[in-house]
């Protein structure tokens, strides 16, 4: 869209496009519209299927179990240690220090334990 867009303007302007890649047409010319627009199906069809495979290979993942996303800061010991410590009255920034982690997880270790 943004090819068709700056060829239109620069023809407004009197400016004739010519793509090398594709012989050389003129794309300001009607064959040469006509090659772009199917040029640009082409290409969101194949967005299109990347994504449809892309969706497809993750539904897969998660049918297998496997966990997708970034790992968790604190694995399942070191949140239940934290909630311990917290609950006994640990600071939340200490324990963020001494788990070399963020505030922010600390406190959604926290919000999960409360949930």
Known sequence: MDVRATVDRLAALGVRVHCLALGGADLTSAAGKMTMQVIAAVAEFERDLLVERTQAGLARAKAEGKSIGRPGALTQSQREDVIRRLDGGASVS??????????????????????
């Open 94 to 115: 200490a324990l963020a220090r001494e788990y070399a982690t963020s505030r922010q997880t600390i406190l959604r270790a926290r919000a999960m334990a409360a949930a």
